[in-house]
């Protein structure tokens, strides 16, 4: 079992950053991407963005490209989204996932392990 554990999340006014976290513990597979998805209220979730095992590989959601930036410490099992230049339309529950694949495959396929996730919310 895998289990991702989100911090970060908060009440922002646009134009403004967040940075979340995601520690990740149990069993993580060498290999595993990790990413973010947001679900807005009545929307479905949507993908972020995924990071590679290794951190050489990212990909992103066009809606955030140039705003956000994901990155991981894989020694300490985390991955973060740094979020910059935040709008309204960022509103969401963002969730942490984890799966084998790679950062692009994300995108497509539903990863295996999710957290509980975090609230950001951001007014104009």
């Known amino acids: 079992q895998v289990q991702l554990v989100e911090s970060g999340g908060g009440l922002v006014q646009a134009g403004g950053s967040l940075r979340l976290s995601c520690a990740a513990s149990?069993?993580?597979?060498?290999?595993?991407?990790m990413g973010w998805f947001r679900q807005a209220p009545g929307k479905e979730r949507e993908f972020v963005a995924a990071?590679?095992?290794?951190?050489?590989?990212?990909y992103y959601a066009e809606s955030v490209k140039g705003r956000f930036t994901i990155s991981r410490d894989s020694a300490k099992n985390t991955v973060y989204l740094q979020m910059d230049s935040l709008k309204p339309e960022d509103t969401a529950v963002y969730y942490c996932?984890?799966?084998?694949?790679?950062?692009?495959?994300?995108?497509?396929?539903?990863?295996?392990?999710w957290g509980q996730g975090t609230q950001a919310t951001v007014f104009s």
């Open positions: 996932a984890a799966g084998g694949g790679t950062a692009q495959l994300m995108a497509r396929v539903r990863p295996a392990y």
């Open positions: 990071i590679s095992w290794g951190g050489g590989s990212t």
């Open positions: 149990g069993r993580i597979f060498s290999g595993y991407a």
